[in-house]
């Protein structure tokens, strides 16, 4: 037995060992191994081991007991769960034995869920679920999980579109509130009655979009006059039917936008509004938002009026037939000459006038789907796009142009669309880049509109030896939406806005709720910048889950592509370099993959200043074209394709002997 000096010491180890401990609250971080670490609210991280990981999730925010550990380090032990924001979740049920589990679809929680027999819903292995925590690991380690319902399995036509929405939370459903909102607007707004309204059905306006469109959301109409012409833009005005304080309203804002998948559209508004009440339809009687402009016969765009209008759309008509008769292929369409050919000699005029005095984003080869039955990929065809479309384009930017001229010079909170050009904490390494390939623009600034558009003006010129627009893209920031008004140096415009779209965006929607209010001799501040930050985040997850469903559809189409024993190779483009490998755009059908280097015998460096991944024997450089062969899709990487180089791909050109420079 220990004496009583023994126990004395020992009690006052362990005394000892408590006083050292620390409690406090913490936020849990998974990776991608078991381990983890708790993020203090101070900012510390402190690792959590494997097997304290297991009492919990990602996120998941708990009371840690922090404790020395070997190696001077120290440790933190899981004690008690305080929230766990983990909702409902997407995922794919697998089988082992007789136990069934689903593998969650996070980022950061890879480990298997128990489903208990009672929580199964019917569901079988193989098929892709919406599901939720049914018993939390804290006590033992041990989670369950519960089935909400069955989205498909593989073979469901469409499940790749299907599952994204799923996974991102999109839904095509509206609630009942929304509905009765739809209704009673439906039954009780009259803005045709409205006596601010001015009738310009007189006027032979023409829609000009795809053959299947239904939610016509503009309308086209040009005069001459002596000094160039009247460009009169129709816009659809869903903003007369849809009260700001109404559950209808909050569920479109919560939209954002309309998502298109291939094969599948989630409407933001209800398709009574969007394809009936409001669509700009041949023959009917609509309200509308009309931006009238002037443009000089310099194709400058100069005074401009908005005004509330009933107009009546002569014709819709497509983008096929309206490039066929622009091309001199079809006179179809002769009945509507006079409104086509001034709009067509109206868009010479802008398009010339841009590409002399601002930034036009260069024509790239594009493609299009065909989808077959089962809602999968049949085929892909590259095509160019129309002359009708560019038509159309160059009348949108003119309106989205007068729309941010009109915000701006009324005081009124945006919604505008920024683009910063060159990024604020790159501004040394584009002084650099600059530098090394185009030294005679280092004078601009790169700040001003005008230094902008000439440099990459001088970044895009043809005689470049490297392809310098390409390699800048890094350098890059993204467009904003701002209450702020302020330059689009993408496009080298001192303003600029969205209005054209309100059927299908609710930027646009925005647009108009403030020109409307401006025009009634209200103040133009419904806009706040919290609420297009939020505007922001919705169109980031529906980009998400689009990118993802094509990805996972063109690596089904690629892997049908292979199937057989001679695997094609593919020629491909080099799109973007990195210190791990490159992206490449396949020539044919402008699928895209990466093509991961770290998994090569040999080591390339990377160089940022060219864009290029050299070795010993290759290089690879943005741009250049390179043969790969498809190796399959990550799924937990929004379906990415994976690509490997062919044999004797990017070898460089063998050197010349001393002889022969000799005799040469």
Known sequence: MLNQDSLAQLKGLKTQMEAEKERAEAVVKGTQARYGFAILDDGREVFIPPDEMLKAFPDDRVRVCIRPAKDNKTIADIEKLIDSPLGDFTGRCVRKGKAMFVEPDLPQLRRWLFIPPHARNGVKEGDYVRCAILRHPIRDGKPQAKILGVVGNEDSPGIENLYSMAKYHLSA??????????????????????????????????????????????????????????????????????????????????????????????????????????????GADRPA?????????????????????????????????????????DDELMS??????????????????REENHLVMEDRREYRWIMGDNKQIDHIEPFEKMLSQKLVEECMIATNRCAARFLAEKGASGPFVTHPGFRGDRIEETQKFLEMHVPDT????????????????TLSKPDQSLPLRGMVNRLLTRAQFTAEPGPHMGMALEHYSNCTSPLRKYADFLVHLQIKALLHGEEGNL????????????????????????????????????????????????????????????????????VDLRKDPEKFSYDKWTASLTSTTRRFALDHEVEVNFDGVDPANQYQASFSLVEGCGLKPPKESKEKKAED
């Open 527 to 594: 806009v706040e910048q919290a609420t297009l930050d939020k505007l922001g985040e919705r169109l980031t997850i529906a980009r998400s889950a689009t990118l993802e469903a094509e990805r996972w559809l063109a690596g089904k189409h690629l892997t049908r592509q292979c199937e057989g024993e001679t695997k094609p190779n593919f020629k491909a483009q080099i799109t973007h370099v990195n210190s791990s490998g490159f992206n490449v755009r396949l020539l044919d059908s402008g699928l895209d993959g990466f």
């Open 289 to 329: 938002l009309v931006c009238k402009i002037h443009v000089g016969d310099d194709g400058e765009v100069g005074e401009y009026e908005f005004m509330e209008a009933t107009i009546r759309s002569r014709a819709k008509l497509s983008y096929y037939n309206v490039d066929r008769y622009l091309t001199g292929q």
């Open 173 to 282: 459903e509206w609630g009942s509130s929304s509905r009765k909102d739809l209704e009673k607007q439906l039954a009780e707004c009259k803005p045709l009655d409205d006596e601010r309204r001015r009738d310009l059905t007189d006027l032979e306006f023409v829609s000009i979009d795809a053959a299947k469109t239904q939610d016509i959301d503009d309308a086209l109409y040009a005069e001459v006059v002596d000094n160039g012409w009247n460009l009169f833009v129709a816009i659809a005005d869903p903003t007369s039917y849809i009260d700001t304080d109404s559950s209808l309203y909050r569920d479109i804002a919560s939209r954002g936008t309309s998502v298109y998948f291939h094969g599948d559209v989630l409407p933001m508004l209800p398709e009574e509004l969007s394809q009936d009440t409001c669509a700009l339809s041949e």
């Open 442 to 457: 280092t004078a601009l600034d790169p700040k001003e509109v005008t230094g902008y558009r000439d440099i990459m003006r």
């Open 336 to 353: 509507h000459a006079t409104p086509l050919e001034a709009l067509y000699q109206l868009y010479r005029a802008l398009r010339t006038h």
